[in-house]
């Protein structure tokens, strides 16, 4: 089929968004390419036909365990094979994942960065036919872009093991420096660039200078109908504000990723389908979240870099209609991002101490721990090893950055499971099991005859329920099958998981780049400077400011945003007050008039003006000198 044909028949589109095709056929002509696409552009597009185009496995490289899940169940949603690897995974389910890809029809393999680098992955890769090497988020891979992540440097050396492989690179957001720098570390041979214009005419962006945040943010949501965002920095806030809010009588919610799994889908399910107006969020909400009808995203509190910011404000208005992204901030907002930046930066003891702790709260011992993962709750841990939390957490992200631990987002993982034995053997051990054999009948009658081949997740309230039991019976049951090597069966969780990326070392041992880390301090510390530069400018178009950070230097004035705004406002006024300076002259120029009689002429002559406008237009011509007093009645000064 056609690429065409393919959109049309996988996803119902009969025509490509503007640069997508062209970035199709730069794949399919085997070229490296970057494209960077403003969020909601439809990225995901650009890989998903060309790879649905050729034979192989496209192989999808992405930070995000949430993404990589919702990309997964969206291409299953259209009968297409999709997989993902990702940390709280057994090696068993990894094993099998990769077996599929090797020797079954999947299309589409999700992974992060840091998996690319395991041995079992290094083994593995020889025998998948890789067609494409897409790079979501592929920003992350530039030290000078905004969410550096080091495991990303590594997908080069992948490149070596599949020389003939095209690479496709994607992003929302890029300067000229990072992109130069993408193509550079991801080896490009050639470089073959598509981008969209960072403008979006549709969305009016406007700053807020305000000492009342929450009147400022309730006034806005009164007067902008519709759905919408209301981004902050702390979990406690989210919560505030929604609660603020719903007393004053407008529907919304809050959500983190402190939440529990269920909690989190729902509350994400109601916005989406509108049964709550506003939701209140850290940036943890709205990757991946495709709602086109956002009228309004409104930040709290300053982000970290204009790229976040422009990501974040760009959920709005995604279907082309007019919207609004409003940024509130007071003084105190920008001592408060130079404080978080410098707290970001734990001293190298903070980072020894937080690893040693770690080793020691998993029981691990030195020399072991290879990619074994745990579910993690950070504050229970920096409580228990006297941490302060803000101090763990950047810790952990520096140990991160390193590659000796890797932490997934709170990701929701159902239970997953997998028959260990084949079709006859599993017939033989449940005629001669008579006590599990209603439970394994359960388990073909709800998941079918794919639970020979790979891993499903399961779900154990759905069998308690068919079987008539409670939850407890059927775990015990699924349990003891496990023990007897019937089944492979990994029970859910909704923790964090942890997993171990090296062998344990002590903490002496560690070896933290520093000079890696100083930069880093100081591309942030740029980061930071261009957002306070951003919310100080009361001269430039709010867009132009925006564009021309990402290297766009020949876009107008939005006409939209709050300058262009007040602009439009002043020149009117401008207008007003001198159209009445030529309505007085003209009056003067027939015969003089008393200040009070020529005000109520020209009131009389032109009634579209107010009479303290003529008497301010009149005083500041006496001022500056245009007219005179002479006998008590005005005239023109020569």
Partial sequence: MTINEILKKHWGYSAFRPLQEDIINSVLQGHDTLALMPTGGGKSICFQVPAMAQDGVCLVISPLIALMKDQVYNLRKRNL???????????????????????????????????????????????????????????????????????????????????????????????????????????????????????????????????????????????????????????????????????????????????????????????????????????????????????????????????????EAGRAGRDGKKSYAALLYHKADIFSLDEQLENRYPSLDIIKKTYQSLGNHFQIAIGAGLDQSFDFDMVEFAKKFHIKPLQAFNALRILEQDNYISLSEAVYLPSRLMIRLNKEEFYKYKVANKRVEPYLDALLRLYGGTLYDHFRPINERQMAQVLRTSVEYVQNALNHLKDYNVIHYVPQTNQPQLTFMRERASADQIQINRKRLDFRREVQHGNVSMVIKYVTNQETCRSQQLVRYFGELDSKPCGVCDICLQAKRQKKEEERLEAINETVKSLLHAESLSFDLLVSQVAQKATQYKQDEIVKVVRWMMDNEQLKEEEEKLVITL
């Fill in 81 to 311: 094979s999709a997989s993902a690897i990702f940390s709280g995974m057994t090696k068993t389910e990894i094993e099998r994942t990769l077996d599929n890809c090797a020797y079954g029809n999947t299309k589409f393999l999700y992974l992060s960065p840091e998996r690319l680098q395991t041995e079992l992955f290094k083994a593995r890769l020889p025998k998948l036919n890789v067609s494409l090497l897409a790079i979501d988020e592929a920003h992350c891979i530039s030290q000078w872009g905004y969410d550096f992540r080091p495991p990303y440097l590594q997908i080069a050396e992948i490149r070596e093991l599949l020389p003939d492989i095209p690479v496709l690179a994607l992003t929302a957001t890029a300067t000229k420096q990072v992109q130069k720098d993408i193509q550079e570390k991801l080896a490009f041979r050639g470089g073959h660039v598509f981008e969209k214009s960072f403008t979006r005419s549709n969305l009016s962006y406007s700053v807020f200078f305000e000492e009342d945040k929450t009147k400022k943010l309730l006034q806005i949501l009164q007067n902008v109908p519709g759905t919408g965002i209301v981004y902050v920095r702390s979990r406690k806030k989210t919560k505030d504000i929604a609660y603020f809010l719903q007393k004053n009588g407008i529907s919304a919610d809050f959500y983190h990723a402190g939440l529990d799994a269920k909690a989190r889908s729902d509350k994400q399910d109601k916005w989406i389908k509108n049964q709550r107006r506003i939701i209140v969020c850290t940036n943890a909400f709205g990757m991946g979240i495709d709602k086109p009808d956002v009228r309004v995203v409104v930040h709290i509190d300053l982000p970290e870099s204009l790229e976040a910011y422009y990501q």
